[in-house]
């Protein structure tokens, strides 16, 4: 392998027929090519989309009160029921696997058409929340001025809020500073407390900039809610699935508000760990398309180079024959022809990496140049390095591959019938 006339012979064997060889290389070169770009695409959408979990806590449910659809205890169906903080309690008492209880509550929202907050002469529609501290821990959003709700203003009722960057825009001239200062919710003041930027991306990116959090408890107590709970948000430890403890979460709260065990419309729930897997198996399935596919288009070149070895044999039979009778034993033979093939595939394939690369770097290059937002659903495409480890020895076994049919043919051309060959 490291004899440099063993290296001439293979060079001067692939630059006999110049054009033989490079459409014979450019079926293992489109097939890596093929393989890599699919999977950059992948992995392009794969980002794009998970743009859109960003900084939530994906091991997330959220649960909340509807009618009921079956009597139950002498209790009839289409009872409507709500949540209370007593709930809130014993679900942190029943489940020790739950990172995070949030009871939250809602008023109004940005398409009401109902103005719900005043700021000196401007007024304006938005979604005010009521909030625990570790919302800010389960919902993705910086705070670029101040500070979140705390446990303090939960404990002392704090009419204080936090408000996004939507809301400042509109009741806030252009270089005025929020914080400080003071806005009316129904009729109501709170003092602003902190200004937050949404992470989240989309079509709903807007909307989101423009909602409102106060402290849960000033929520109910403002706004005379009593111990009502509009709805929680429940995340789970790493270690635990919130899809496994769902049925143990929602069995408990059928008993706490005494809902027919098997009414599985009483309390509505939307799991973002289980939709978050099905978005992961979508990917995973799309990665194995994309091998799949780089896999056959890459046979099919290697099937393309070991019959053009069997070609190059052929017409190299006198020679080998030559070979033989000098004394050449039948490895030496097999691994010329062996190496020749695998230095043709293994050059062809690495070019077919090289210029895959080169396209995934002008995609990201454009894709870097378009304004924020505009490429929501496509971001950051690439290969992870191992792939191109795992092309390479593709490679190396594709060219094994393809030069062991035409090895074993030269091995066996009898020195006699060689030599006698025109």
Do not use: C
């Amino acid at each position: 392998m490291f004899k440099k006339d063993n290296w001439d012979e293979i060079l001067e064997a692939l630059t006999a027929n110049v054009f033989r060889t490079v459409l014979t290389a450019f079926g293992v070169f489109w097939g890596i090519f093929i393989l890599v770009i699919l999977l950059a695409v992948g992995k392009g959408l794969e980002n794009g989309v998970k743009k859109d979990f960003d900084g939530i806590a994906t091991n997330t449910m959220f649960m909340w009160s509807q009618t009921t659809s079956k009597a139950y205890k002498g209790l009839p169906k289409t009872r409507r029921y709500d949540f209370r903080n007593s709930d809130v309690a014993a679900l942190r008492a029943a489940f020790p696997d739950l990172l995070y209880v949030s009871p939250r509550n809602q008023l109004g929202n940005s398409n009401s058409g109902t103005n719900n907050v005043v700021r000196g002469t401007k007024t304006s529609a938005f979604a005010v929340y009521g909030d625990y501290p570790e919302l800010i821990k389960q919902q993705p959003m910086d705070i670029i001025k101040g500070r979140f709700v705390n446990q303090q203003d939960i404990l002392e009722r704090r009419k204080v809020a936090v408000i996004g960057k939507g809301v400042i825009s509109d009741l806030y001239g252009k270089e005025e500073e929020a914080v400080g200062t003071y806005i009316k919710i129904n009729g109501i003041n709170f003092m602003v407390v902190g200004v937050y930027n949404s992470k989240q991306t989309g079509g709903n990116a807007e909307e989101e900039q423009k909602n409102i959090f106060v402290p849960f408890t000033t929520f109910q107590q403002a706004f005379n809610y009593g111990d009502k709970v509009g709805w929680m948000a429940l995340t789970a430890i790493d270690e635990v699935s919130i899809t496994d403890l769902k049925p143990k979460i929602l069995d408990q709260m059928k008993v706490l508000h005494s809902i027919h065990p098997k009414d599985d419309r009483a309390i509505g729930n939307y799991d973002m760990y289980e939709q978050f897997g099905k978005v992961q198996s979508l990917f995973d399935i799309l990665n194995f398309i994309a091998y799949f596919v780089g896999s056959l288009v890459l046979i099919s070149g290697v099937i393309g180079i070991s019959n053009i070895m069997l070609i190059v044999v052929k017409e190299r039979t006198k020679e080998i024959g030559i070979r033989r009778a000098l004394g050449a034993t039948p490895g030496a033979i097999r691994g010329q022809i062996l190496s020749e093939s695998i230095f043709l595939t293994i050059i062809s394939g690495m070019f077919g990496v090289a210029v895959a690369t080169g396209v995934v770097a002008v995609l990201n290059m454009f894709l870097d140049s378009m304004p924020a937002g505009d490429n929501t659903m496509f971001a950051n495409p690439s290969v992870d390095l191992r792939v191109v480890f795992v092309a390479l020895l593709i490679l190396v076994g594709s060219g094994l591959l393809a030069g062991f049919i035409p090895a074993q043919t030269a091995i066996n051309v009898k020195p006699v019938d060689a030599l006698r060959t025109e």
